[in-house]
Antibody, heavy 130, light 112 residues
């Protein structure tokens, strides 16, 4: 069973940098999956932050792109998120998740990609406050 | 403001059927598959439906998904008290504004 566990400071000062790490067990981070971050402000819905592949390739929510840095540590089987210049609006529960990307084929013909989050971490609350 | 539109709330009585809608556009639901996640209070989201209508192992067949054009629906039949949760639809978005996953705002399901 794949398991993910977020870790990092629960309190960050405004204008500081939020740093979180997601430890993966039950799967190799070097396999053909993407690894993602999703956040949820208190009482609100889910927001995709971005995803990273073990080669370092990544995609990121345009609204956050200028402040987001993601990385992979294959030796520790974990990946990380840094969000700079944080404000109170960045207060949220941050989830890491495995993002499965599978080719959809019909009778041998490629039809597109099936993409979904299949395993999630329990989430880490990060509060931005002085 | 979420890219995908869901009703903020839904309700139903035990044993009956409830549906939750999810509306998008040609760049997301119209051209990619839809997934549904269930989030019980205080827990992480859980994959409920993927690829429009597929259930992961362990998800009861009371849950079903469908998609037509730029809209999708989640149906829950034989409603049970443990189904009380928040439900989110999601899809990949290929718009010129940026590639990525977009979510609906979530629907809070109350079992009366």
């Amino acid at each position: 069973q794949v398991q993910l566990q977020e870790s990092g400071p629960g309190l960050v000062k405004p204008s500081g940098t939020l740093s979180l790490t997601c430890a993966v067990s039950g799967d190799s981070i070097s396999d053909d999956n993407w690894w993602s971050w999703v956040r949820q402000p208190p009482g609100k819905g889910l927001e995709w932050i971005g995803e990273i592949f073990h080669t370092g390739g990544s995609n990121c929510n345009l609204s956050l792109k200028s402040r987001v840095t993601m990385s992979v540590d294959k030796s520790k089987n974990q990946f990380s998120l840094k969000l700079s210049s944080v404000t109170a609006a960045d207060t949220a529960v941050y989830f890491c998740a495995r993002f499965r990307v599978v080719a959809i084929t019909t009778q041998g013909s490629f039809m597109g990609w099936e993409k979904h989050f299949d395993f999630w971490g329990q989430g880490a609350l990060v509060t931005v406050s002085s | 403001q979420s890219v995908l539109t869901q009703p903020p709330s839904a309700s139903g009585t035990p044993g009956l059927r409830v549906t939750i809608s999810c509306s998008g556009s040609s760049s997301n639901i119209g051209s990619n598959t839809v997934n549904w996640y269930q989030q019980l209070p205080g827990t992480a989201p859980k994959l409920l439906i993927y690829s429009n209508n597929q259930r992961p192992s362990g998800v009861p067949d009371r849950f079903s998904g469908s998609k037509s054009g730029t809209s999708a629906s989640l149906a829950i039949s034989g409603l049970q008290s443990e189904d009380e949760a928040d439900y989110y639809c999601a899809a990949w978005d290929d718009s010129l504004d940026g590639l990525g996953v977009v979510f609906g705002g979530g629907t809070k399901l109350t079992v009366l």
